[in-house]
């Protein structure tokens, strides 16, 4: 497949974003394309939009999915703003996506589904195809349902089957249009399909097909192409935020030379977490899958007692739902960790959207002083380096974490450069040795300020630990008010104390601004795509990005001393910047907040930042 | 070996913990607490292998009082607790101590999901029939009726019987027993102890402040020789002391009669089988309420079956002979990958 045209021009970076109903294959087709991508040796970065229900009404609105994807000669941070290809399989799917796309964009339409049933059922007037409201737009008609089943005629495929294959020649096209070859996907269709010959081979066809028809029809009056971005050497792949945040639990189990365990209940968008953990076994990963959320944590708490590594993965009402067994772990000071993958609230919410909503919630969100680690991932490969380290600061410091990603790093994927797990920061849980003499339940460290891992099954140190309040030192139950209060001071300085044990904060950009910016968690690659840009058009702008939350980098108070300016951006009515006010009051904060279940695009940032970049 | 084997003679002291035991004088616990520091010594398994946990009630102040590995947690939480335990360390002996509040209402989700599961954990249920520790509420094993503080009318709710919900949860091994009888507890406890798998023992207990004698019928002096039936696998199934009475399946139901009248001979006594997958008649069992017919006691049901935990750790050998993953290295490096090595 070599056919080229001579009008082949160079991008630095483009957006695509694929549509179609929920049952038409258009996560696939967008998998395909990020692989291929991957090949041509671009950095990228894609965002699944899909509809809360499985198979929402057909044909409407409510049902469509998208896939967007961002690639580029250059560092992508992030999944795009708005797209520059559109491929609308039926009329929802075009009604659904206008929004999303640039004034220019090329629009790849199937004319077969632009019928009257179709347009009644996205809520169209009149046809858009016939009625100017495109104008602007390069619309690429192409009969895509036709042509699907005229590709696989001679291979006597049912029609139903035939037109499954529909999204692989919408593929076809916009493969011919970034000058991309055929054989890795054709390679995918034979191993996915192996079993099954007929469909390999039907495949193949509409995917040639619709490469073949753009160069014949000259659909496109340029075909484009971006040249390899330029990476750090090493092997790459793509990895969504779920999958990384997995794989980097089974990485620091891995370190710490023990066992993980995953008590955890199927919750929308975390349930990926605990499916890939339950597919590795082969690492003595145990994946439970509990009655509730309640369940899940509390089982949890019991192998972390065992001596397991110990996760609960969970979104905003599942954590809710474990408040209270996160109190034990606090009081009983066992490592825990909890992943959060935030979604929209409060209650049900947006499930299938992101939000940066529940840091209150893991903050503040227990009965009693019940403070405990709050870290953040900064982008989905982030992830994995986010896992792996709340794992260790859990362990070593015998206390629970929360760590907060969000809907739209665990289903959104980027470039992840593999690291090698032996070059990960050790691990190196407090464990007590078998008859230990010295061995008290509630010892602690006279540094860090933990009590050490007594595991059940050691000779020589059998102990009862539980919910009620701890005498210093012995364990035993205690009523004690003195205690009480040096109990609840201890519990809270052992959490300051891993200050000494996270890194400094870093600026990003320029330190001897006026303003500097500051976000945390999922966030941090659109903040940093805005800031690069103004930066290119001669601005002066400093970023503090947060991964630390609880407890704070040291020298945060320092960073913010050299700005006369702080700006505060969220995805939530303002958490993170009411708990700057709380911690360090000296300074004073700006804060730009959005809450519409939508990540920021770089526009409104570079917008926003501008405005206080002139006042 | 020898000396490993020597070195298990254990005694009650063993498992004495040094913390005083707080339960009202007369209260049911200090008895069920006996009996288990003595079957635990008897059981041949080394004392650090002991993990006792529980959630919050009365009952639940149990772990501090044995000197092994325990775990006080959270209201009705202990059977998420315990599963986690169990799956993170098969090796581990668990015991679970809980109540009839702490199982049977805030935690009666974890409780049927525990049965279901079957992890080996032996769970002692104590049934007092009321809340005690928040100073006498009814609890949804307190007969329909029953005036307490916060039903003054009466209950209006039907109860639980936690036997018909163990084996309607899909559980392998229920038996019950009552708190005024060491030796019945101690033979129960350590038939739980052995059974491989999740097994729950409901025991009959006084609350000597707030619901005193509420097993009077079954448990005291005058009544008990009339309404306690003591089960025992393939033997039939007599009561009294006199061993006249006995029961026999009369249509689709149980009937109590008479040895020796009506010609009925103890031929005619219907044998216990724990064994019978088929749940039918050890539910009627379960289901047997004085004073019409004698509340069975004993173990009740008692199926093989394989423990979770043992399920879960062959796959887990198996997963490691199988998989071509060797490490998280390997994990990093499945699927589509590429390389760089003209890169910055």
């Given at each position: 497949?070599?056919?080229?045209?001579d009008?082949?021009?160079?991008?630095?970076?483009a957006?695509?974003r694929f549509?179609?109903?929920?049952?038409?294959?258009m996560?696939l087709?967008g998998?395909?394309?990020?692989?291929?991508?991957a090949f041509a040796?671009n950095?990228?970065?894609t965002?699944?939009?899909?509809?809360a229900?499985i198979r929402?009404?057909q044909?409407t609105v409510?049902g469509?999915?998208?896939?967007?994807?961002h690639f580029?000669?250059?560092?992508?941070h992030?999944?795009?703003d708005?797209?520059d290809v559109l491929v609308a399989?039926?009329?929802?799917?075009l009604?659904?996506?206008?929004?999303?796309?640039t004034?220019?964009?090329v629009i790849?339409?199937d004319?077969d589904?632009f019928i009257?049933?179709?347009l009644?059922?996205?809520?169209?007037e009149?046809n858009?195809?016939?009625d100017?409201?495109?104008s602007?737009h390069v619309v690429?008609?192409?009969?895509i349902t036709t042509?699907t089943?005229?590709a696989?005629?001679?291979?006597?495929?049912d029609n139903?089957?035939?037109?499954?294959s529909?999204?692989?020649?919408?593929l076809?096209?916009?493969?011919?249009m970034?000058?991309?070859t055929?054989?890795?996907?054709?390679?995918?269709f034979e191993?996915?399909f192996?079993k099954?010959p007929l469909?390999v081979e039907a495949?193949?066809?509409v995917?040639?097909?619709g490469f073949?028809?753009?160069?014949?029809i000259?659909?496109?009056?340029n075909t484009?192409?971006?040249?390899?971005?330029s990476?750090?050497?090493?092997?790459?792949?793509?990895?969504t935020?779920?999958?990384a945040?997995a794989w980097?639990l089974?990485?620091?189990?891995?370190?710490?030379?023990r066992?993980?365990f995953l008590?955890s209940?199927?919750?929308?968008?975390a349930?990926?977490?605990l499916q890939?953990i339950?597919?590795h076994?082969?690492?003595?990963?145990?994946?439970?899958?509990?009655e509730?959320?309640?369940a899940g944590?509390?089982?949890t708490?019991?192998a972390?007692?065992?001596?397991a590594v110990?996760v609960t993965?969970?979104?905003g009402p599942?954590?809710?739902l474990?408040?209270?067994?996160l109190?034990l772990?606090v009081i009983?000071e066992?490592?825990?960790?909890v992943?959060?993958v935030?979604r929209?609230g409060?209650?049900?919410?947006?499930?299938t959207?992101?939000?940066?909503?529940?840091?209150?919630q893991?903050?503040?969100?227990?009965n009693?002083?019940?403070p405990?680690?709050?870290?953040?991932?900064?982008?989905?490969?982030?992830c994995?380096y986010?896992a792996?380290?709340?794992?260790?600061?859990s362990?070593?410091h015998?206390?629970p974490?929360?760590?907060?990603t969000?809907?739209s790093?665990?289903?959104?994927?980027?470039v992840?450069?593999?690291?090698?797990v032996?070059?990960?920061a050790d691990?190196?849980?407090?464990i007590?040795?078998a008859n230990d003499p010295?061995?008290?339940?509630?010892?602690r460290?006279?540094?860090?300020?933990?009590?050490?891992?007594?595991i059940p099954?050691?000779?020589g140190l059998r102990?009862?630990?539980?919910?009620?309040e701890?005498?210093?030192?012995s364990?035993n139950?205690s009523?004690?008010?003195?205690?009480?209060?040096?109990?609840?001071?201890l519990r809270e300085a052992?959490?300051?104390k891993v200050?000494?044990?996270?890194p400094e904060?870093?600026?990003e950009g320029?330190?001897?601004a006026?303003?500097l910016?500051?976000?945390?968690?999922?966030?941090?690659g659109?903040?940093?795509t805005?800031l690069e840009?103004?930066?290119?058009?001669g601005?002066?702008?400093g970023m503090?990005h947060?991964?630390y939350?609880?407890?704070?980098p040291k020298n945060?108070?320092a960073?913010?001393?050299?700005?006369k300016k702080?700006?505060v951006c969220?995805i939530n009515k303002?958490?993170?910047v009411?708990y700057l006010r709380?911690r360090?009051?000296?300074?004073?904060?700006?804060?730009y907040?959005k809450?519409?279940g939508?990540?920021?695009?770089?526009?409104?940032?570079?917008?926003?930042?501008?405005?206080y970049?002139?006042? | 070996?020898?000396?490993?084997i020597?070195e298990?003679?254990?005694t009650?002291?063993?498992f004495e913990?040094?913390?005083?035991?707080?339960?009202?004088p007369g209260?049911?616990?200090?008895?069920?607490?006996?009996?288990?520091e003595?079957?635990?010594p008897e059981?041949?398994?080394?004392?650090?292998?002991f993990v006792?946990?529980?959630?919050i009630?009365?009952?639940s102040r149990f772990p501090?009082?044995?000197?092994?590995y325990?775990f006080?947690s959270i209201?009705?939480?202990?059977?998420?607790?315990?599963?986690g335990i169990?799956?993170a360390?098969?090796?581990?002996?668990?015991w679970?101590?809980?109540g009839d509040g702490?199982s049977?209402?805030i935690g009666g989700?974890?409780?049927?999901h525990?049965?279901r599961r079957n992890?080996d954990?032996n769970?002692?249920l104590f049934?007092?029939?009321?809340?005690g520790?928040?100073?006498g509420?009814?609890s949804p094993?307190t007969?329909?009726?029953?005036k307490t503080?916060?039903?003054?009318q009466?209950?209006?709710e039907s109860?639980?019987?936690p036997?018909?919900?163990?084996?309607?949860?899909?559980g392998k091994?229920?038996?019950?027993?009552?708190?005024?009888?060491m030796k019945m507890?101690s033979?129960?406890f350590?038939?739980?102890?052995?059974?491989?798998?999740?097994?729950?023992v409901e025991?009959?207990a006084n609350?000597v402040?707030?619901?005193?004698?509420?097993h009077g019928?079954?448990?005291g002096?005058?009544?008990?020789?009339d309404n306690q039936?003591?089960?025992?696998?393939?033997?039939?199934?007599?009561?009294r002391?006199?061993?006249?009475?006995g029961?026999v399946?009369?249509?689709t139901?149980l009937e109590?009669?008479?040895i020796g009248?009506?010609?009925i001979t103890?031929?005619d006594?219907l044998v216990?089988?724990?064994?019978?997958p088929?749940?039918?008649?050890?539910m009627?069992?379960?289901?047997m309420?004085?004073?019409d017919?004698?509340?069975?006691l004993?173990?009740i049901?008692?199926v093989?079956?394989?423990?979770?935990?043992e399920a879960i750790w062959?796959?887990?050998?198996?997963?490691?002979?199988?998989s071509?993953?060797?490490?998280v290295d390997?994990?990093l490096h499945?699927?589509?990958?590429?390389e760089i090595?003209?890169g910055?």
């Amino acid at each position: 497949m070599t056919a080229k045209l001579d009008r082949v021009v160079e991008l630095d970076q483009a957006v695509i974003r694929f549509a179609g109903d929920s049952g038409d294959g258009m996560q696939l087709t967008g998998n395909l394309f990020s692989d291929s991508t991957a090949f041509a040796g671009n950095d990228f970065a894609t965002f699944p939009d899909y509809p809360a229900e499985i198979r929402a009404p057909q044909g409407t609105v409510s049902g469509v999915s998208g896939f967007q994807i961002h690639f580029g000669k250059t560092d992508i941070h992030t999944s795009g703003d708005l797209a520059d290809v559109l491929v609308a399989m039926n009329p929802a799917s075009l009604k659904a996506n206008m929004r999303w796309i640039t004034n220019e964009a090329v629009i790849i339409v199937d004319t077969d589904s632009f019928i009257e049933k179709n347009l009644v059922k996205a809520g169209y007037e009149s046809n858009p195809l016939m009625d100017n409201s495109l104008s602007g737009h390069v619309v690429v008609q192409a009969p895509i349902t036709t042509l699907t089943r005229e590709a696989v005629k001679e291979l006597h495929i049912d029609n139903k089957s035939a037109q499954k294959s529909k999204n692989m020649f919408a593929l076809g096209m916009i493969f011919y249009m970034f000058n991309r070859t055929l054989d890795r996907t054709n390679k995918f269709f034979e191993t996915k399909f192996a079993k099954n010959p007929l469909v390999v081979e039907a495949n193949k066809k509409v995917l040639t097909s619709g490469f073949n028809f753009a160069h014949t029809i000259e659909a496109f009056a340029n075909t484009f192409t971006i040249k390899p971005a330029s990476l750090e050497k090493g092997v790459y792949r793509n990895v969504t935020g779920n999958l990384a945040t997995a794989w980097g639990l089974l990485a620091g189990a891995e370190r710490s030379g023990r066992k993980l365990f995953l008590g955890s209940y199927p919750i929308t968008p975390a349930s990926e977490i605990l499916q890939e953990i339950s597919r590795h076994k082969q690492f003595s990963a145990i994946a439970f899958q509990a009655e509730d959320e309640i369940a899940g944590v509390v089982s949890t708490i019991g192998a972390s007692f065992a001596g397991a590594v110990p996760v609960t993965s969970t979104s905003g009402p599942g954590l809710s739902l474990k408040s209270e067994a996160l109190g034990l772990a606090v009081i009983a000071e066992l490592p825990l960790v909890v992943v959060n993958v935030q979604r929209g609230g409060p209650s049900t919410g947006l499930p299938t959207k992101s939000e940066q909503s529940d840091l209150y919630q893991a903050l503040f969100g227990r009965n009693g002083e019940a403070p405990l680690i709050v870290m953040a991932a900064q982008s989905s490969s982030d992830c994995f380096y986010s896992a792996y380290e709340a794992v260790k600061l859990s362990l070593e410091h015998m206390t629970p974490v929360i760590l907060l990603t969000d809907g739209s790093l665990a289903n959104g994927s980027e470039v992840f450069r593999i690291p090698k797990v032996a070059s990960l920061a050790d691990i190196n849980p407090p464990i007590v040795e078998a008859n230990d003499p010295d061995f008290q339940p509630y010892r602690r460290d006279p540094v860090k300020l933990n009590r050490f891992w007594a595991i059940p099954g050691t000779e020589g140190l059998r102990h009862r630990i539980g919910g009620l309040e701890k005498e210093d030192g012995s364990g035993n139950v205690s009523h004690d008010p003195l205690n009480h209060e040096k109990m609840s001071a201890l519990r809270e300085a052992k959490v300051e104390k891993v200050a000494d044990y996270i890194p400094e904060l870093e600026i990003e950009g320029d330190e001897d601004a006026d303003l500097l910016v500051v976000g945390w968690g999922g966030t941090h690659g659109v903040m940093l795509t805005a800031l690069e840009q103004l930066r290119e058009e001669g601005k002066s702008i400093g970023m503090a990005h947060f991964k630390y939350i609880n407890p704070l980098p040291k020298n945060t108070a320092a960073v913010f001393a050299k700005y006369k300016k702080i700006l505060v951006c969220e995805i939530n009515k303002g958490q993170f910047v009411n708990y700057l006010r709380m911690r360090l009051p000296e300074f004073k904060y700006e804060q730009y907040n959005k809450i519409q279940g939508l990540p920021f695009m770089v526009k409104e940032l570079k917008e926003k930042f501008s405005e206080y970049l002139s006042s | 070996m020898e000396n490993a084997i020597q070195e298990l003679k254990l005694t009650k002291k063993d498992f004495e913990s040094d913390q005083m035991v707080k339960w009202c004088p007369g209260c049911g616990d200090h008895a069920i607490l006996k009996s288990v520091e003595n079957v635990f010594p008897e059981l041949g398994i080394p004392k650090e292998k002991f993990v006792v946990v529980s959630g919050i009630g009365c009952s639940s102040r149990f772990p501090y009082y044995m000197n092994t590995y325990g775990f006080h947690s959270i209201h009705g939480r202990a059977a998420a607790l315990a599963t986690g335990i169990k799956l993170a360390n098969p090796e581990l002996n668990v015991w679970m101590i809980t109540g009839d509040g702490d199982s049977m209402a805030i935690g009666g989700n974890h409780f049927i999901h525990l049965a279901r599961r079957n992890p080996d954990i032996n769970v002692l249920l104590f049934n007092n029939k009321i809340y005690g520790l928040t100073k006498g509420q009814y609890s949804p094993t307190t007969p329909q009726g029953s005036k307490t503080k916060t039903s003054p009318q009466g209950t209006f709710e039907s109860p639980f019987n936690p036997g018909e919900l163990v084996i309607g949860a899909r559980g392998k091994f229920f038996a019950r027993v009552v708190d005024t009888n060491m030796k019945m507890m101690s033979q129960v406890f350590t038939e739980a102890a052995k059974h491989k798998g999740a097994s729950i023992v409901e025991i009959l207990a006084n609350c000597v402040i707030f619901n005193n004698k509420i097993h009077g019928l079954i448990t005291g002096r005058e009544t008990k020789n009339d309404n306690q039936l003591f089960l025992e696998a393939g033997k039939p199934m007599i009561f009294r002391q006199e061993r006249d009475k006995g029961l026999v399946l009369r249509g689709t139901q149980l009937e109590v009669v008479t040895i020796g009248e009506n010609g009925i001979t103890e031929d005619d006594i219907l044998v216990h089988d724990p064994t019978n997958p088929d749940p039918g008649i050890q539910m009627m069992l379960a289901n047997m309420k004085a004073p019409d017919f004698p509340v069975a006691l004993g173990v009740i049901r008692s199926v093989k079956s394989q423990p979770l935990e043992e399920a879960i750790w062959a796959s887990v050998k198996h997963e490691k002979e199988v998989s071509p993953l060797k490490s998280v290295d390997d994990l990093l490096h499945t699927g589509n990958t590429w390389e760089i090595d003209n890169g910055k």
